[in-house]
Protein backbone atom coordinates (compact mmCIF):
# COMPACT_ATOMS: atom_id res chain seq x y z
CA UNK A 1 0.00 0.00 0.00
CA UNK A 2 1.05 3.56 -0.97
CA UNK A 3 2.84 5.30 1.45
CA UNK A 4 0.07 8.57 1.66
CA UNK A 5 -2.22 6.12 2.29
CA UNK A 6 -0.89 4.25 5.31
CA UNK A 7 -0.28 7.74 7.02
CA UNK A 8 -3.88 8.96 6.13
CA UNK A 9 -4.78 5.58 7.68
CA UNK A 10 -2.92 6.15 10.90
CA UNK A 11 -3.97 10.27 10.90
CA UNK A 12 -7.95 8.83 10.37
CA UNK A 13 -7.85 6.12 13.38
CA UNK A 14 -5.70 7.46 15.89
CA UNK A 15 -7.76 10.50 16.82
CA UNK A 16 -5.76 12.35 19.63
CA UNK A 17 -4.51 8.74 21.19
CA UNK A 18 -1.69 9.16 23.56
CA UNK A 19 1.36 7.90 21.30
CA UNK A 20 3.29 5.55 24.34
CA UNK A 21 6.74 3.64 23.63
CA UNK A 22 5.77 0.14 22.90
CA UNK A 23 9.02 -2.92 22.96
CA UNK A 24 6.46 -4.10 19.51
CA UNK A 25 7.13 -1.18 17.68
CA UNK A 26 10.08 -3.36 16.55
CA UNK A 27 10.09 -6.80 16.12
CA UNK A 28 13.00 -8.85 14.44
CA UNK A 29 12.04 -9.84 10.80
CA UNK A 30 10.99 -13.47 10.06
CA UNK A 31 14.90 -14.67 9.61
CA UNK A 32 13.80 -18.80 9.20
CA UNK A 33 13.26 -20.11 5.39
CA UNK A 34 10.86 -22.72 6.30
CA UNK A 35 8.80 -20.38 8.40
CA UNK A 36 8.88 -17.49 5.63
CA UNK A 37 7.78 -20.29 3.25
CA UNK A 38 4.88 -22.41 4.93
CA UNK A 39 3.68 -19.42 6.97
CA UNK A 40 3.53 -16.80 4.54
CA UNK A 41 1.88 -18.87 1.99
CA UNK A 42 -2.07 -17.61 3.24
CA UNK A 43 -0.79 -14.46 5.43
CA UNK A 44 2.53 -12.16 5.88
CA UNK A 45 4.81 -14.54 7.95
CA UNK A 46 3.98 -13.30 11.40
CA UNK A 47 7.30 -12.83 13.65
CA UNK A 48 7.80 -14.83 16.35
CA UNK A 49 8.47 -12.31 18.76
CA UNK A 50 4.58 -10.80 18.49
CA UNK A 51 3.63 -13.82 20.13
CA UNK A 52 4.57 -15.73 23.15
CA UNK A 53 6.02 -19.24 22.97
CA UNK A 54 2.71 -20.84 24.97
CA UNK A 55 0.28 -19.86 21.72
CA UNK A 56 3.13 -20.93 19.01
CA UNK A 57 3.16 -24.37 20.93
CA UNK A 58 -1.18 -24.10 20.73
CA UNK A 59 -0.83 -23.01 16.79
CA UNK A 60 1.48 -25.66 15.69
CA UNK A 61 -0.54 -28.46 17.25
CA UNK A 62 -3.38 -27.09 15.89
CA UNK A 63 -2.25 -26.74 11.83
CA UNK A 64 -5.03 -29.51 10.91
CA UNK A 65 -7.76 -26.86 11.90
CA UNK A 66 -5.98 -23.80 11.73
CA UNK A 67 -8.80 -20.71 11.72
CA UNK A 68 -10.97 -23.22 9.60
CA UNK A 69 -7.51 -23.82 6.97
CA UNK A 70 -5.64 -26.65 6.63
CA UNK A 71 -2.14 -25.67 7.38
CA UNK A 72 -0.62 -29.17 8.23
CA UNK A 73 3.58 -29.51 7.32
CA UNK A 74 5.15 -32.98 7.25
CA UNK A 75 6.87 -33.50 10.37
CA UNK A 76 10.57 -32.40 9.53
CA UNK A 77 9.49 -28.66 8.12
CA UNK A 78 6.74 -28.41 11.17
CA UNK A 79 9.58 -29.07 14.40
CA UNK A 80 11.84 -26.73 12.73
CA UNK A 81 9.13 -23.98 12.39
CA UNK A 82 8.05 -24.58 16.09
CA UNK A 83 11.44 -24.61 17.33
CA UNK A 84 11.97 -21.04 15.85
CA UNK A 85 8.52 -19.61 17.02
CA UNK A 86 8.85 -20.64 20.28
CA UNK A 87 12.66 -19.73 20.42
CA UNK A 88 12.09 -16.45 19.38
CA UNK A 89 8.81 -15.76 20.88
CA UNK A 90 7.69 -12.81 23.11
CA UNK A 91 8.30 -12.74 26.81
CA UNK A 92 4.94 -11.07 27.71
CA UNK A 93 1.40 -12.06 26.08
CA UNK A 94 -1.35 -14.25 27.19
CA UNK A 95 -0.52 -18.12 26.11
CA UNK A 96 -3.88 -19.00 26.39
CA UNK A 97 -4.70 -17.07 23.32
CA UNK A 98 -4.09 -18.01 20.03
CA UNK A 99 -4.56 -14.93 17.98
CA UNK A 100 -2.16 -11.89 18.14
CA UNK A 101 -5.23 -9.93 17.58
CA UNK A 102 -6.25 -11.33 21.03
CA UNK A 103 -3.84 -9.86 22.59
CA UNK A 104 -4.51 -7.10 25.09
CA UNK A 105 -1.31 -5.38 24.12
CA UNK A 106 -2.79 -5.28 20.92
CA UNK A 107 -6.44 -4.66 20.99
CA UNK A 108 -4.94 -1.51 23.47
CA UNK A 109 -3.32 -0.63 20.19
CA UNK A 110 -6.27 -0.99 17.67
CA UNK A 111 -9.32 0.14 19.38
CA UNK A 112 -10.80 1.41 16.05
CA UNK A 113 -14.19 2.32 15.41
CA UNK A 114 -16.11 -1.45 13.83
CA UNK A 115 -16.35 -0.02 10.77
CA UNK A 116 -12.42 0.43 10.12
CA UNK A 117 -12.33 -3.57 9.84
CA UNK A 118 -14.91 -3.87 7.00
CA UNK A 119 -13.29 -1.06 5.15
CA UNK A 120 -12.25 -3.36 1.19
CA UNK A 121 -8.48 -3.10 2.44
CA UNK A 122 -8.47 -3.76 5.95
CA UNK A 123 -10.80 -6.87 5.69
CA UNK A 124 -9.56 -8.59 8.63
CA UNK A 125 -7.47 -7.77 11.94
CA UNK A 126 -4.89 -10.24 10.83
CA UNK A 127 -3.72 -8.63 7.29
CA UNK A 128 -1.10 -6.35 9.75
CA UNK A 129 0.14 -4.95 5.83
CA UNK A 130 -2.98 -3.13 4.96
CA UNK A 131 -2.20 -0.34 7.74
CA UNK A 132 1.68 -1.11 8.11
CA UNK A 133 3.41 -0.83 5.65
CA UNK A 134 6.38 -2.37 6.58
CA UNK A 135 4.89 -4.99 8.45
CA UNK A 136 6.79 -7.79 7.05
CA UNK A 137 9.84 -6.07 8.00
CA UNK A 138 9.17 -6.03 11.75
CA UNK A 139 8.16 -2.70 11.62
CA UNK A 140 5.12 -1.23 12.94
CA UNK A 141 6.41 2.17 14.15
CA UNK A 142 4.41 4.08 11.12
C1 LIG B 1 -3.66 -22.52 4.24
C2 LIG B 1 -3.50 -21.13 4.65
C3 LIG B 1 -2.65 -20.84 5.88
C4 LIG B 1 -1.38 -21.26 6.15
C5 LIG B 1 -0.46 -22.14 5.30
C6 LIG B 1 -1.03 -20.66 7.43
N1 LIG B 1 -2.06 -19.88 7.91
FE1 LIG B 1 -2.07 -18.82 9.63
N2 LIG B 1 -3.95 -18.20 9.23
C7 LIG B 1 -4.72 -18.58 8.14
C8 LIG B 1 -6.03 -17.98 8.25
C9 LIG B 1 -7.17 -18.13 7.25
C10 LIG B 1 -6.03 -17.22 9.44
C11 LIG B 1 -7.16 -16.35 9.99
C12 LIG B 1 -7.01 -14.98 9.35
C13 LIG B 1 -8.04 -13.98 9.76
O1 LIG B 1 -8.62 -14.07 10.84
O2 LIG B 1 -8.23 -13.04 8.98
C14 LIG B 1 -4.71 -17.37 10.04
C15 LIG B 1 -4.30 -16.76 11.19
C16 LIG B 1 -3.08 -16.93 11.81
C17 LIG B 1 -2.69 -16.30 13.05
C18 LIG B 1 -3.54 -15.36 13.89
C19 LIG B 1 -3.53 -13.96 13.34
C20 LIG B 1 -4.29 -13.03 14.27
O3 LIG B 1 -5.49 -12.81 14.08
O4 LIG B 1 -3.66 -12.55 15.22
C21 LIG B 1 -1.43 -16.75 13.34
C22 LIG B 1 -0.59 -16.35 14.53
C23 LIG B 1 -1.03 -17.65 12.27
N3 LIG B 1 -2.07 -17.71 11.34
C24 LIG B 1 0.17 -18.31 12.21
C25 LIG B 1 0.52 -19.21 11.21
C26 LIG B 1 1.73 -19.99 11.23
C27 LIG B 1 2.77 -20.00 12.33
C28 LIG B 1 1.75 -20.70 10.05
C29 LIG B 1 2.80 -21.69 9.58
C30 LIG B 1 3.03 -22.85 10.41
C31 LIG B 1 0.53 -20.37 9.31
N4 LIG B 1 -0.19 -19.47 10.05
C32 LIG B 1 0.18 -20.88 8.08
C33 LIG B 1 -4.31 -19.37 7.09
C34 LIG B 1 -3.08 -19.98 6.99
C1 LIG C 1 -6.69 -0.94 10.29
C2 LIG C 1 -5.27 -0.67 10.39
C3 LIG C 1 -4.39 -1.61 11.20
C4 LIG C 1 -4.28 -2.98 11.10
C5 LIG C 1 -5.00 -3.93 10.18
C6 LIG C 1 -3.24 -3.37 12.04
N1 LIG C 1 -2.76 -2.26 12.68
FE1 LIG C 1 -1.31 -2.23 14.10
N2 LIG C 1 -1.63 -0.25 14.42
C7 LIG C 1 -2.46 0.56 13.66
C8 LIG C 1 -2.43 1.90 14.19
C9 LIG C 1 -3.19 3.11 13.64
C10 LIG C 1 -1.57 1.87 15.31
C11 LIG C 1 -1.25 3.01 16.27
C12 LIG C 1 -0.34 3.98 15.66
C13 LIG C 1 1.06 3.57 15.74
O1 LIG C 1 1.63 3.62 16.84
O2 LIG C 1 1.62 3.17 14.70
C14 LIG C 1 -1.06 0.51 15.41
C15 LIG C 1 -0.14 0.09 16.35
C16 LIG C 1 0.50 -1.15 16.32
C17 LIG C 1 1.63 -1.53 17.13
C18 LIG C 1 2.32 -0.65 18.15
C19 LIG C 1 3.33 0.19 17.43
C20 LIG C 1 3.96 1.22 18.33
O3 LIG C 1 4.45 2.21 17.77
O4 LIG C 1 3.95 1.06 19.54
C21 LIG C 1 1.97 -2.79 16.79
C22 LIG C 1 3.13 -3.63 17.30
C23 LIG C 1 1.04 -3.23 15.77
N3 LIG C 1 0.16 -2.20 15.50
C24 LIG C 1 1.05 -4.47 15.20
C25 LIG C 1 0.06 -4.93 14.33
C26 LIG C 1 -0.02 -6.31 13.87
C27 LIG C 1 0.95 -7.41 14.25
C28 LIG C 1 -1.10 -6.37 13.04
C29 LIG C 1 -1.64 -7.58 12.33
C30 LIG C 1 -1.83 -8.78 13.14
C31 LIG C 1 -1.69 -5.03 12.99
N4 LIG C 1 -0.96 -4.20 13.78
C32 LIG C 1 -2.80 -4.67 12.23
C33 LIG C 1 -3.22 0.15 12.58
C34 LIG C 1 -3.43 -1.17 12.20
Request: aromatic residues 8%.
Amino acid sequence: MPRRLAAATVLLLLSGAPASANEFERVRPVTNDATRKECGECHMAFQPGLLPAGSWTRIMDGLDDHFGEKASLPPGPAAEIRAYLTGNAAGRGDPALLRITEQRWWLREHGFRPEVWLRKDVLSKANCEACHRDAARGLYDD
